[in-house]
């Protein structure tokens, strides 16, 4: 069984950037997609990127585009999101996704609580 | 980008009940459809897959249709634990997007 476990809430300043990890276990970075989505309260999610065997390359939201960045580590199975120039408005929870269908998000992390405030 | 409108917003329906959730596409997605259920707190949970593919584990009184620009869920028999907030999805253009979500509320 898939699972992916994410790192801890963050608290940061406007204008700081903020890097959130998912770690997979039960499968391996090289099976599966991995995608970031974000949800702001009382919203629905928001794709923000993500890595598709089928793209063969990182494609990233154009609302996203030059503010983020993903990376992922295949010794430990865990990939990254790290999102730059943060403003008030990317105060939500995040979230990794996963899955072994084309954009279909099968396994998601627990999400991450990300709060930007001065 | 393709927009995903849910209706409705929210409802209320008794234990038991048939209750339809309809997910409308600004254009046409085929089957690229998706269906998740999030629970109050909680990740997303993927029910239902290319419109109509029950995933596994999930209750088979939870069904999907539609196709082009018009989707239904629908659940046949509403459970109490069936309190959660709905989505669809379409995974037929980049950047894959959300309905707004359907809020069910069991009487």
């Known amino acids: 069984q898939v699972h992916l476990v994410q790192s801890g809430a963050e608290v940061k300043k406007p204008g700081a950037s903020v890097k959130v990890s998912c770690k997979i276990s039960g499968g391996t970075l090289g099976e599966l997609s991995r995608h970031w989505l974000r949800q702001a309260p009382g919203k629905g999610p928001e794709w923000m990127g993500g890595?598709?065997?089928?793209?063969?390359?990182?494609l990233y939201a154009e609302n996203f585009q030059g503010r983020v960045t993903m990376t992922e580590d295949t010794s430990t199975d865990s990939f990254y999101m790290e999102l730059s120039s943060l403003r008030s408005e990317d105060t939500a929870v995040y979230f990794c996704?996963?899955?072994?269908?084309?954009?279909?998000?099968?396994?998601w992390g627990q999400g991450t609580l990300v709060t930007v405030s001065s | 980008d393709i927009q995903m409108t849910q209706s409705p917003s929210s409802l209320s329906a008794s234990v038991g009940d048939r209750v339809t959730i309809t997910c409308r596409a600004s254009?046409?997605?085929?089957?690229?459809l998706n269906w998740y259920q999030q629970k109050p707190g909680k990740a997303p949970r993927l029910l239902i897959s290319?419109?109509?593919g029950l995933q596994s584990g999930v209750p088979s009184r939870f069904s999907g249709g539609g196709s082009a620009t018009r989707f239904t869920l629908t659940i046949s028999g509403l459970q109490p634990e069936d309190l959660a907030t709905y989505y669809c999805?379409?995974?037929?253009?980049?950047?894959?997007?959300f309905g707004q979500g359907t809020k069910v509320e069991v009487k």
């Open positions: 890595f598709e065997a089928e793209d063969g390359a990182t």
């Open positions: 254009q046409g997605i085929s089957s690229f």
């Open positions: 999805q379409q995974s037929y253009n980049l950047p894959w997007t």
């Open positions: 996704a996963s899955g072994s269908v084309y954009a279909t998000f099968a396994y």
């Open positions: 290319a419109a109509s």
